[in-house]
């Protein structure tokens, strides 16, 4: 089944302790991006890729990192996780052409 | 960052009933896609409808379908015979080809539209 796969689905944590979301993708999709979302801010891209080793800032990078080591692997990394990072966060994949996103199943993260 | 707007922060309908959730843009680009997103409370994104911007003709998908106004930035979506299960919320959004335009292919989201259908 064609998917994109994150986890965890839920995480709670508490402020500074580094933390990894893992996102992957079964259909050799080029782009991959991380967005979060807030309650009356709709989505808000984090980062987004192109391709194997080409990552750029969305609108909201401040806090986080990623990687794109592999083409089906876009992991979504906080270095030290305050409480404003608190979010439901959605990792996406699409085609070069652009047909819509396909979206994560989302990780509710929880920074005491 | 392109903007995209969605002014409905709620709305609702009746069962068997017809509603029209509305979205514009900002953009000076001439080639984009438009796309409708629904999130039930399940939370998982599910794409209802897209639309080629160089396309006159408004995309359908079965009940659902767009009012695509390429002059006013405009593209609203019609949900025809609303059902219990359309109750979700509702996204805009927006993008350019990846190889063109100043936003290279990335998706801009609508703060959304809360739709509640009423048995």
């Known amino acids: 089944e064609a998917q994109v796969t994150q986890n965890p689905r839920y995480l709670i944590t508490v402020t500074g302790k580094k933390l990894t979301v893992t996102c992957s993708q079964n259909m050799n999709h080029e782009y991959m991006s991380w967005y979060r979302q807030d309650p009356g801010l709709g989505l808000r891209q984090i980062y987004y890729s192109m391709n194997v080793e080409v990552t750029d800032k969305g609108d909201v990078p401040e806090g986080y990192k990623v990687s794109r080591k592999e083409k089906r692997n876009f992991p979504l990394i906080l270095e030290s996780p305050s409480p404003n990072q608190t979010s439901l966060y959605f990792c996406?994949?699409?085609?070069?052409?652009?047909?819509?996103?396909?979206f994560g199943s989302g990780t509710r993260l929880t920074v005491v | 960052a392109q903007t995209v707007t969605q002014s409905q922060p709620e709305m609702s309908v009746q069962e068997a009933e017809t509603v029209t959730l509305s979205c514009t843009y900002d953009t000076s680009e001439s080639d984009y896609y438009l796309f409708w997103y629904k999130q039930p409370p399940s939370r998982q994104m599910i794409l209802v409808i897209r639309?080629?911007?160089?396309?006159?003709q408004n995309a359908t998908e079965n009940r659902f379908s767009v009012n695509f106004q390429k002059a006013a930035k405009s593209f609203s979506l019609k949900i025809s015979d609303s059902q219990l299960g359309d109750a979700a919320m509702y996204f805009c959004?927006?993008?350019?080809?990846?190889?063109?335009?100043?936003?290279?292919?990335?998706?801009?989201f609508g703060r959304g539209t809360q739709l509640t259908v009423w048995p």
């Open positions: 639309q080629e911007a160089y396309k006159q």
């Open positions: 996406a994949s699409s085609p070069l052409k652009p047909y819509g996103y396909t």
């Open positions: 959004a927006y993008r350019t080809p990846y190889d063109r335009g100043s936003t290279l292919g990335r998706l801009y």
